[in-house]
């Protein structure tokens, strides 16, 4: 018999096979919010409902400068895995404040700024993705970081 997961561990493996259904090119990420062992939302990265997304007419990346100088690259076609959890939890009039949140990556700057405000509490990921951007914002945040190992 193999050892049963955790519920870590399970929440992960789900949001893997949300990531599944990404359009982006680059990275396919999944986010699952949770509230006491269950699912309240799902997301990964893409189009808008509705828009073409990259996989049909490709990626439109733009570059930037971030404070210390190191340049980033982004895609304005899609949305992040992450807001797009929130943005259905939003449509659905599902409360997320005080719950967890499980992502294939470690959320950008600008998504761990909106899981801040939205009162997520947990945010549990499988693989690094530049830490060095967010150290500070977590140092002052009431949010914890968590890496969870399949």
Known sequence: MTERLSWDQYFMTITRQVAER???ERAKVGAVI???RNILTTGYNGAPAGQPHC???GC???ESKTPTGEIEQNCYR???AEINAIAQAAKN???ISGADIYVTHTPCIHCLKVLVNTGIRRIFYEKAYK???VQELLASA???LQQVEL
């Open 22 to 24: 990404s359009t982006c």
């Open 131 to 133: 830490l060095h951007t």
């Open 34 to 36: 949770v509230r006491e």
């Open 55 to 57: 996989t049909e007419v």
């Open 60 to 62: 439109l990346i733009y």
């Open 93 to 95: 009039g599902t409360n």
């Open 78 to 80: 899609t949305i992040h």
């Open 142 to 144: 009431q949010v914890e």
